[in-house]
């Protein structure tokens, strides 16, 4: 059973940074592209960033300039660093890991809240 372990959120005043990290137990983490997703209440699950096993970065429009994906495959983290924090960057964020036609896993979430 693969586990998924986030942790970094909490609360921050609009203009602040945190930095979210995931951690999944799987053995070859190179060959998982990985992702970070958010939803805020009411609204839809949207991707806000992806990094593939080769490090092909991409993101939301909305945090383009302002979060920040990485991967450090010795440790097997991912990280998502956000500066910057608007008051709609609210939501829960959440990891997930997938190896192309094989499998795909989910964190359980874990809450940003952007407030002054």
């Known amino acids: 059973q693969v586990q998924v372990a986030e942790s970094g959120g909490g609360l921050v005043q609009p203009g602040g940074s945190l930095r979210l990290s995931c951690a999944p137990s799987v053995i070859r983490f190179t060959l998982y592209n990985m992702a970070w997703y958010r939803q805020a209440p009411g609204k839809q699950r949207e991707l806000v960033a992806s990094i593939t096993g080769s490090d092909s970065v991409n993101y939301a429009d909305s945090v383009k300039g302002r979060f920040t994906i990485s991967r450090d495959n010795a440790k097997k983290t991912m990280y998502l660093q956000m500066n910057s924090l608007k008051p709609e960057d609210t939501a829960v964020y959440y990891c997930?890991?997938?190896?192309?036609?094989?499998?795909?896993?989910w964190g359980q979430g874990t809450q940003v809240t952007v407030s002054s």
């Open positions: 997930y890991v997938n190896r192309p036609y094989e499998s795909e896993y």
